[in-house]
């Protein structure tokens, strides 16, 4: 159960990241918000990159040691992993819109509690609608569980593609491709996985491939 200060600040971040009409405007909300532990012990504000205009939103779970030193999302070995990956199919970072669940790290790389989880998914959904992104990329089981509201474990989730389903501007009812994949840190310490990911990474492939040009 939440207690109702929590509530206050899961309104609260509602509340601000309804109001942000730019990411710019977003990410400044976000770095002045103090209704999250988590921001008084990370290093780093740990925000989207590269455009936002990518046709590719790729959401990854809390951010880690590296993102938090970096301030920046998929740093690192697994960042550096992740580029080959998005290499393999034709892809550069900055083709892609890199984000994390939480904006923050958890101390220790610990799981986020599920008040912190609520209280800092408004920040994410936001970026959601800001970019209308054509496509989704759930690269871990909390971002894919959290996004889609699932309860399904990652290696029967993974390769599947499910509606993300939000709304738009006035209320109207939308929803974009997702499709969810092991994340490039979980590869590293479980590389007999990749094959799964070279799977995954051919079927985003081929949906990229039906989407109407830019």
């Avoid at 779970?61 to 550096?80: I, K, M, N, S, W």
């Amino acid at each position: 159960m939440i207690a109702i200060n929590d509530s206050e600040m899961v309104a609260a971040a509602h509340t601000l990241a309804a109001q942000a009409t730019s990411l710019e405007a977003l990410r400044l909300a976000i770095a002045g918000f103090d209704g999250c532990a988590l921001a008084s012990t990370a290093k780093n504000l740990v925000f989207h990159e590269t455009a936002p205009s990518a046709r590719i939103m790729l959401i990854g779970d809390a951010p880690r040691r590296d993102e938090d030193l970096e301030g920046r999302p998929f740093a690192g070995d697994a960042g550096r992993l992740l580029d080959r990956m998005l290499a393999s199919i034709g892809l550069e970072r900055h083709d892609v819109y890199l984000a994390h669940l939480l904006p923050w790290r958890p101390p220790g790389d610990r799981a986020p509690t599920p008040i912190e989880q609520a209280i800092c998914m408004p920040f994410v959904t936001r970026q959601i609608e800001l970019c209308a992104p054509d496509i989704l990329v759930f690269a871990g089981g909390a971002a894919a569980k959290h996004m889609l509201g699932v309860n399904t474990p990652l290696p029967k989730l993974r390769g599947q593609w499910k509606d993300y389903d939000y709304k738009v501007a006035g209320g109207a009812d939308a929803a974009i491709p997702a499709l969810t994949m092991f994340a490039p840190d979980y590869l590293l310490r479980h590389p007999a996985h990749k094959r799964f990911a070279w799977q995954d990474l051919l079927a985003l492939k081929a949906r990229l491939e039906t989407l109407p040009s830019h």
